[in-house]
């Protein structure tokens, strides 16, 4: 069974794995393949829904964590949060509706 304490690990496992997906499926978008680019963008929601289902547990349960250093490592990591946060909170329902037009076949609005 997991902990608490390793699901930092698991989310960064999870976004990089997404990550990779949606690399891979715009290559197979260029090259022509559909099917594959559609296999890669399925597997890359359901790789971040896992992401999101463990980070909103790994919050429920650690609670608020606070960023400790001091200097200019502090000012990175809010300079970061500030962008980090608001764009988080976009993106799923940016993906849900971009996936939903690539499944109706909305193949120009799901470019855009």
């Known amino acids: 069974m997991i902990e608490v304490h390793q699901l930092p690990a698991l989310n960064a496992a999870l976004n990089s794995v997404a990550a990779g997906l949606l690399v891979v499926g715009h290559a197979f978008?260029?090259?022509?393949?559909?099917?594959?680019?559609r296999l890669c963008m399925g597997a890359?929601?359901?790789?971040?829904?896992?992401?999101?289902a463990s980070y909103v547990v790994y919050h429920f349960q650690a609670g608020s964590v606070r960023f400790t250093a001091q200097g200019w490592p502090r000012a990175v990591y809010y300079a970061i949060l500030v962008t980090h946060v608001p764009l988080a909170a976009a993106i799923l329902?940016?993906?849900?509706?971009?996936?939903?037009?690539?499944?109706?076949?909305?193949?120009?609005?799901?470019?855009?």
């Open 44 to 52: 890359a929601l359901v790789v971040s829904a896992l992401f999101l």
């Open 29 to 37: 978008v260029r090259r022509g393949r559909i099917d594959r680019h």
């Open 93 to 112: 329902p940016l993906a849900l509706v971009t996936a939903t037009r690539g499944l109706r076949n909305r193949i120009a609005a799901h470019v855009r």
